[in-house]
Antibody, heavy 114, light 109 residues
Framework: EVQLVESGGDLVQPGGSLRLSCAASGFTFSSYAMTWVRQAPEKGLEWVSAITGTGNNTYYADSVKGRFTISRDNSKNTLFLQMSSLRVEDTAVYYC???????WGKGTTVTVSS | SYELTQPPSVSVSPGQTARITCSGDALPKKYAYWYQQKSGQAPVLVIYDDSKRPSGIPERFSGSSSGTMATLTINGAQVGDEADYYCYSTDSSGNHRGVFGAGTRVTVL
């Protein structure tokens, strides 16, 4: 069964850092680009960042560029999102999604608040 | 920055046809994708590459694209199709950034 499971969400103060993980199973992880998508409370979906299957190319939304870093460990079938200089407006459920966003995890919640 | 524009809401009676539009300047060159998100759940892909349906998605869901507008059609909408629907694509500038429309709330009653 194809599965993505996010973890690492937490309550963090503004200016803090957090690392999200996404464990993949049931498919050849290294063959697929992976994406992080977030959804603020009662808001729509927002594309955050993407990485190619090899990890050689990464892409970021303007809202997170310079603060977030996407990476992957293909030997461990895991995707990461390192988040720093967190802001209140980064509060959201963070989803990882694979390929053409045809596989999604259930999400992990990040709350940035003092 | 690139934007995709959707209507905020669409309302239909059970058995009727619901149409959701998505407009974007790059859609003549880039595929549109459609996602269904029910309350409290993760999104589900219902249409990819403008008009293709993933396995397991009912035939009543179809997609089309012409010029700068993509359309998701639900033929014979059911109460269970009530959800938020998002279109997704990338811009044509070569920066490989994705973008979602703001979403359309479909009500079937």
């Amino acid at each position: 069964e194809v599965q993505l499971v996010e973890s690492g969400g937490d309550l963090v103060q503004p200016g803090g850092s957090l690392r999200l993980s996404c464990a993949a199973s049931g498919f050849t992880f290294s063959s697929y680009a992976m994406t992080w998508v977030r959804q603020a409370p009662e808001k729509g979906l927002e594309w955050v960042s993407a990485i190619t299957g090899t990890g050689n190319n990464t892409y970021y939304a303007d809202s997170v560029k310079g603060r977030f870093t996407i990476s992957r460990d293909n030997s461990k079938n895991t995707l990461f999102l390192q988040m720093s200089s967190l802001r209140v407006e980064d509060t959201a459920v963070y989803y990882c999604a694979g390929g053409i966003l045809d596989v999604w995890g259930k999400g992990t919640t990040v709350t940035v608040s003092s | 920055s690139y934007e995709l524009t959707q209507p905020p809401s669409v309302s239909v009676s059970p058995g009727q046809t619901a149409r959701i539009t998505c407009s974007g300047d790059a859609l003549p060159k880039k595929y549109a994708y459609w996602y269904q998100q029910k309350s409290g759940q993760a999104p589900v892909l219902v249409i990819y590459d403008d008009s293709k349906r993933p396995s397991g998605i009912p035939e009543r869901f179809s997609g089309s694209s012409s010029g700068t507008m993509a359309t998701l059609t639900i033929n014979g909408a059911q109460v269970g199709d009530e959800a938020d629907y998002y279109c997704y694509s990338t811009d044509s500038s070569g920066n490989h950034r994705g973008v979602f429309g703001a979403g359309t709330r479909v009500t079937v009653l």
